[in-house]
């Protein structure tokens, strides 16, 4: 099994700062990679594939990188609405996801 | 566009089988470029990818679970199933079905559209 881990755990930012969150699986995973977004009581929403394919309608400020066994979500300018919980997934075998980081308001 | 909805019983005793519809709507359950599949998530905690079917009907399923686990779908009602065994209070979760979208040769897997998901609590 592929073992998925990220980092922080959480975060406490301010709207406008940029926000990095890390992902690293437990052996090489190529490009197959994917982030998700989820707000409480909701289910988890598609950000990014494939690493850095931004899935259509997510707003440019998001944006992923990575290949291997590291990978970052980067969020350029956090607005009020990315308060959430993100998740990384991987597909390079049974698909499993990362424990998650939260995000929440400093 | 495509909208998945879960539905069934919220309450399971111990060492029943949970059964779970998820009814796709606004699109074809049938095309060849989707799969479909289950994932779960107990209260306060992570995901876990349960299993997924395809159009053909052959299944996989994660091997944490494949002994309990049967996929099933019947695409003359846009829907497929989820049924898992031998439940326990570990078993407790929001069970979501998803479309499994593919590209990259079918290497790069991700969940699009997601249904809202539905309670599943496992207690006498």
């Known amino acids: 099994d592929i073992q998925m881990t990220q980092s922080p755990s959480s975060l406490s930012a301010s709207v406008g700062d940029r926000v990095t969150i890390t992902c690293r699986a437990s052996q090489s995973i190529s490009s197959y990679l994917n982030w998700y977004q989820q707000k409480p009581g909701k289910a988890p929403k598609p950000l990014i594939h494939a690493a850095s394919s931004l899935q259509s309608g997510v707003p440019s400020r998001f944006s992923g990188s990575g290949s291997g066994t590291d990978f970052t979500l980067t969020i350029s300018s956090l607005q009020p609405e990315d308060f959430a919980t993100y998740y990384c997934q991987q597909s390079y075998s049974t698909p499993s996801f990362g424990p998650g980081t939260k995000v929440d308001i400093k | 566009q495509v909208q998945l909805q879960e539905s069934g019983p919220g309450l399971v005793k111990p060492s029943q089988t949970l059964s779970l519809t998820c009814t796709v709507s606004?699109?074809?359950?049938?095309?060849?470029?989707?799969?479909w599949s289950w994932i779960r998530q107990p209260a306060g905690k992570g995901l876990e990818w349960i299993g997924r079917i395809y159009t053909s009907g052959s299944t996989n399923y994660n091997p944490s679970l494949k002994s309990r686990v049967t996929i099933s779908v019947d695409t003359s009602k846009k829907q497929f199933f989820l049924k898992l065994s031998s439940v326990t209070a570990a078993d407790t979760a929001v069970y979501y079905c998803?479309?499994?979208?593919?590209?990259?040769?079918?290497?790069?897997?991700?969940?699009?559209?997601w249904g809202q998901g539905t309670l599943v609590t496992v207690s006498s």
């Open positions: 998803a479309r499994v979208l593919v590209a990259a040769g079918g290497w790069v897997e991700w969940f699009d559209p």
């Open positions: 606004g699109g074809s359950i049938s095309s060849g470029s989707y799969y």
